[in-house]
């Protein structure tokens, strides 16, 4: 199944990508409040003029003009001096975060209770993940208790 990738920025700035099955998709998720920013949580989002896919080998080598073959070629998709491609970093970058995300205890629902218990010493300090309402996460926040929303397609458990 090919997914769409959607560059989003909340109402802070923070810009992210986004992936979902469809625009529908992405349109139901949004009125619905499912969407939030990864690193302030905010759910205030607007989506970014983006561009999926650049065929940077179109006109090369045939009558295009000078123009058309500089503007294909200022765009790079690999680093030339190591031949790792974009591809390829942001594949490895997903496999760190996926792994990051199973390395961390699962607490549930009890993730707010749990997280303040961590930062005020009454629990061991660990990574955790779980579930939290919107007013849980600010009220974390708000403090001093750095907590960070994990999409759910990064966390394969809870994809089955």
């Known amino acids: 199944m090919a997914l769409k990738v959607f560059d989003l920025a909340c109402e802070h700035g923070h810009v992210f990508e ?35 896919r650049l065929n940077l080998r179109h006109g090369v080598g045939n009558n295009s003009s000078t123009s058309d073959q500089a503007a294909s070629t200022a765009v790079q998709t690999s680093d030339s001096a190591s031949g790792v491609t974009l591809e390829a970093m942001q594949a490895e970058l997903w496999q760190q975060m996926k792994q990051a995300i199973k390395q961390t205890d699962d607490v549930g629902p009890e993730f707010a209770q749990e997280a303040r218990k961590i930062h005020e010493g009454e629990a061991p300090e660990r990574a955790i993940r779980g579930s939290a309402t919107q007013d849980e996460y600010e009220a974390l926040r708000e403090d001093g208790i750095a907590v960070v929303a994990i999409p759910d397609y990064l966390d394969e458990s809870k994809l089955n």
């Open 18 to 52: 986004a992936w979902f099955r469809s625009h529908e998709d992405y349109e139901q998720q949004r009125q619905a409040g499912w969407l939030s920013c990864p690193v302030c949580n905010s759910s205030e989002l607007t989506k970014k003029l983006s561009a999926p």
